[in-house]
């Protein structure tokens, strides 16, 4: 991935900030919510937040698989840096859960089924940074956490099957996979909240490459620090000798 003359990512950084631009204006400007009232518009960003983190987890078993069929680095760094969006942004989900549930619920938090499981890929993908942070062996660490990335995506589907196999206090899907958008209310908020998940999805993008190029960046002065001892170790043994 070119670093310097990168012109992609820039161009996706200024869609990804008009997007939401756009989805921030029509969620403010929505009408109140006839039950919900201005609490609704916690939606137009929650939701979208918590698509992201399902985005960032596929993305982390995709590339995790890729590496381990093809066993190049950069599918290694993607894995990573997508592992990383991921928990940032099941954070932002829970936390703008707890906001929403406060005042309609009574409380931050139940154990119900999704939020449950919510929190359980926190640990999961918790594990995964830690144990590439554990291991110093570049091969054998990207093997180790990409079997993790793989197993861990099985998360998606039984989180966001949780309102539907064990029903809670929690509302179902408010986008279905198969039966579209589950939002009974005025269009504009079936507007906005679609404007800003195609935003997210957009920051997704961004962020991933953004993360990669500093993700190489890194890589190679980790290289060349890796290098460094070894002409600075042969210095001292020639200094040596010639005091001997």
Not at 72 to 87: K, N
Not at 156 to 161: C, D, E, H
């Amino acid at each position: 991935m070119p670093i310097l003359k990168d012109r992609l990512t820039p161009a996706i950084g200024a869609l990804t900030l008009v997007l939401l631009l756009a989805g921030l204006w029509l969620s403010l400007t929505a009408p109140a919510d006839v039950n919900q009232g201005l609490l609704v518009r916690l939606m137009f960003v929650h939701v979208p937040t918590a698509w992201l983190s399902y985005l960032a987890y596929g993305g982390t078993g995709l590339f995790g698989l890729l590496y381990l069929v093809t066993r190049q680095r950069r599918y290694d760094r993607l894995a990573m840096s997508s592992g990383e969006i991921g928990v940032l942004f099941t954070v932002a989900t829970i936390v703008g859960g707890m906001l929403w549930a406060k005042p309609t619920w009574g409380t931050y938090w139940v154990w119900d089924a999704r939020l449950t499981t919510t929190a359980l890929s926190l640990v999961v993908y918790g594990a995964y940074l830690l144990v590439r942070g554990l291991i110093d062996d570049p091969e054998r660490r990207a093997r180790i956490s990409a079997v993790i990335g793989v197993v861990g995506t099985l998360y998606i589907p039984v989180n966001y099957m949780a309102v539907e196999w064990w029903r809670g206090v929690h509302q179902t899907q408010t986008l279905k996979l198969l039966g579209g958008m589950n939002w009974g209310a005025a269009p504009v908020y079936g507007i906005a909240l679609t404007v800003m998940t195609v935003a997210f999805t957009v920051l997704y993008v961004y962020l991933l490459r953004v993360r990669g190029i500093l993700a190489v960046r890194q890589e190679r002065r980790e290289e060349r620090e890796f290098e460094l001892p070894e002409p600075q170790g042969a210095a001292l043994k020639t200094a040596e000798v010639r005091r001997g």
